[in-house]
T-cell receptor, first 114, second 111 residues
Framework: ETGVTQSPTHLIKTRGQQVTLRCSSQSGHNTVSWYQQALGQGPQFIFQYYREEENGRGNFPPRFSGLQFPNYSSELNVNALELDDSALYLC?????????????FGPGTRLTVT | KNQVEQSPQSLIILEGKNCTLQCNYTVSPFSNLRWYKQDTGRGPVSLTI?????NTKSNGRYTATLDADTKQSSLHITASQLSDSASYICVVNSGYSTLTFGKGTMLLVSP
């Protein structure tokens, strides 16, 4: 167990709806990254938050947004869901210091858009 | 463009046999390379991490190698077990948690 938790485990939504996924970081970690993993593919970087500020973003449209809270937990929000948004969403927490930034992954949230 | 290529895409071996998975990368800058094991529908779990100066790193029956000159890495699994069935993902870190993932090798260990 990595100490990173995600909720919910599974979720089914309809195209056009909005969804919020949650992540609780490992204790002491100040950075959280979100990834989308389609079936049979490697994870794709969505964005990263460091101390409540967005600190990098992958090639995802603005309808993917996020928040990091003072306790370093995080949310991923997706608006106007599309069928292609169906995937496993992973969050990973890390403590970014010079020479130390290993990411610890949560178990993921499986999102199905119908 | 940063890329990580893994081969083979999938692999079936008999329980008890050894296997080697390959990873080639074109990522710059380079901070470290990690191998993750990902069970179906679960988050990846780190197996090994290697920096530029490290050539080999072991974790039980898993041994990773790194050739920073040719930008190649391998993961060798010894005496495979049924529980080794999973996807193995090669990930290159460019620093400050900027990761480039391979698509993974799906390993199936059959009895």
């Amino acid at each position: 167990e990595t100490g990173v938790t995600q909720s919910p485990t599974h979720l089914i939504k309809t195209r056009g709806q909005q969804v919020t996924l949650r992540c609780s970081s490992q204790s002491g970690h100040n950075t959280v990254s979100w990834y989308q993993q389609a079936l049979g593919q490697g994870p794709q970087f969505i964005f990263q938050y460091y101390r409540e500020e967005e600190n990098g973003r992958g090639n995802f449209p603005p309808r993917f947004s996020g928040l990091q809270f003072p306790n370093y937990s995080s949310e991923l929000n997706v608006n106007a869901l599309e069928l292609d948004d169906s995937a496993l969403y992973l969050c990973a927490s890390s403590l970014v210091l010079a020479g130390e930034d290993e990411q610890y992954f949560g178990p993921g949230t499986r999102l199905t858009v119908t | 463009k940063n890329q990580v290529e893994q081969s083979p895409q999938s692999l079936i071996i008999l329980e008890g046999k050894n296997c080697t998975l390959q990873c080639n990368y074109t990522v710059s800058p380079f901070s470290n390379l990690r191998w993750y094991k990902q069970d179906t529908g679960r988050g990846p779990v780190s197996l090994t991490i290697m920096t530029f100066s490290e050539n080999t790193k072991s974790n039980g029956r898993y041994t990773a190698t790194l050739d920073a000159d040719t930008k190649q890495s391998s993961l060798h699994i010894t005496a495979s077990q049924l529980s080794d069935s999973a996807s193995y993902i090669c990930v290159v870190n460019s620093g400050y948690s900027t990761l480039t993932f391979g698509k993974g090798t799906m390993l199936l260990v059959s009895p």
